[in-house]
T-cell receptor
């Protein structure tokens, strides 16, 4: 199957700082990238959908100015958590889509801890 | 939008017995239904999926059934093994690609040796 590489796998940052998470599709062009957040013992909740070259579409309740998404190329999408706070601590995971298949290809996930 | 409900939230079965997890969905436009296994701190792993033009699909010990009329689908794991212990998520999606997956709330499956 197709591979999505997500980095970093773990990051600890101080409150008020920003953190960037990268997702790269290694062997396919991801026309669409989905960003999810997963709190402990909970399900994956979609934060936003990004399409290459256009603005991301955010789900209700997700602050677009806090969670900046860039999908500048068909192989790279980034999520930047700005002015992070402890309540932003979570597992963030991306999913790439080739647009021709129904299967979603997930990155490894990023465990963000804000102290 | 789509809403996916999943039951039970926790399930314990004796090793060798079968486990069944059920999901219902609300959007009749959904036509792709994957099941994921997720271990702690790792990405969801696709274990089986089914499309709306099929009623049942099987892959060794794992099977999925779909009832489009009732809008529900189920995961069946037979001859369970300790390594089947994990959290399982169902999901639903409309159309092909470029559409978001809506996940169920998850089932923590524990296999008792």
């Amino acid at each position: 199957g197709a591979v999505v590489s997500q980095h970093p796998s773990r990051v600890i940052c101080k409150s008020g700082t920003s953190v960037k998470i990268e997702c790269r599709s290694l062997d396919f062009q991801a026309t669409t990238m989905f960003w999810y957040r997963q709190f402990p013992k909970q399900s994956l909740m979609l934060m936003a959908t990004s399409n290459e070259g256009s603005k991301a579409t955010y789900e209700q309740g997700v602050e677009k100015d806090k969670f900046l998404i860039n999908h500048a190329s068909l192989t790279l999408s980034t999520l930047t958590v700005t002015s992070a706070h402890p309540e932003d601590s979570s597992f963030y995971i991306c999913s790439g889509d080739r647009g021709v298949s129904t299967e979603a290809f997930f990155g490894q996930g990023t465990r963000l801890t804000v102290v | 939008g789509e809403n996916v409900e999943q039951h039970p939230s926790t399930l314990s079965v004796q090793e060798g017995d079968s486990a069944v997890i059920k999901c219902t969905y609300s959007d009749s436009a959904s036509n792709y239904f994957p099941w994921y296994k997720q271990e702690l701190g790792k990405r969801p792993q696709l274990i089986i999926d089914i499309r709306s033009n099929v009623g049942e699909k099987k892959d060794q010990r794992i099977a999925v059934t779909l009832n489009k009329t009732a809008k529900h689908f189920s995961l069946h794991i037979t001859e369970t093994q300790p390594e089947d212990s994990a959290v399982y998520f169902c999901a639903a999606r409309a159309n092909f690609g470029n559409e978001k997956l809506t996940f169920g709330t998850g089932t923590r499956l524990t296999i008792i040796p």
